[in-house]
């Protein structure tokens, strides 16, 4: 039996097929396999035998998981004993950019109407 030890940083934060791939020491096309996924379904019902992947509202989008899921399906269906699925902040996106751009200008806006 494999053995990896087990701790969730962050419960909120999603992971993709590669971090996946690495938490799993699996192939990416076992970690495929794996997904509960359907060409004619976007989102099919949980399946508690495939890793399901959260909601998503184009076909496109890419496949994400919640830590909590990713350490379900390795130990109920891997029969992993302990897992460890640690997520890391990941590198700001455009979208994260222009809300701190906002934030930092709604702050000098604010200090500039207290001034006064």
Same mark, same amino acid.
């Given at each position: 039996m494999?053995?990896?030890?087990?701790?969730?940083s962050? /419960? /909120?934060?999603?992971?993709?097929?590669?971090?996946?791939?690495?938490f799993l020491?699996r192939?990416?096309a076992?970690?495929?396999r794996?997904?509960?996924?359907?060409?004619?379904?976007?989102?099919p019902? *949980?399946?508690?035998?495939?890793l399901?992947?959260?909601?998503?509202t184009?076909?496109?989008?890419p496949?994400k *998981?919640?830590?909590n899921e990713?350490a379900? *399906?390795?130990?109920?269906?891997?029969?992993?004993?302990?897992?460890t699925?640690?997520? *890391?902040?990941?590198?700001?996106?455009?979208?994260?950019n222009?809300?701190g751009?906002?934030?930092d /200008?709604?702050?000098?806006?604010r200090?500039?109407?207290?001034?006064e």
């Amino acid at each position: 039996m494999e053995k990896i030890d087990s701790n969730i940083s962050s /419960e /909120e934060e999603l992971i993709g097929i590669d971090e996946v791939q690495k938490f799993l020491n699996r192939s990416r096309a076992s970690v495929y396999r794996y997904t509960n996924t359907d060409l004619r379904n976007l989102n099919p019902s *949980f399946n508690p035998r495939k890793l399901n992947p959260e909601f998503r509202t184009d076909q496109k989008e890419p496949l994400k *998981f919640h830590p909590n899921e990713v350490a379900r *399906f390795a130990k109920d269906i891997l029969r992993i004993k302990e897992v460890t699925v640690e997520v *890391f902040n990941t590198p700001s996106s455009a979208a994260q950019n222009i809300m701190g751009q906002i934030l930092d /200008e709604l702050k000098s806006i604010r200090s500039l109407l207290e001034k006064e």
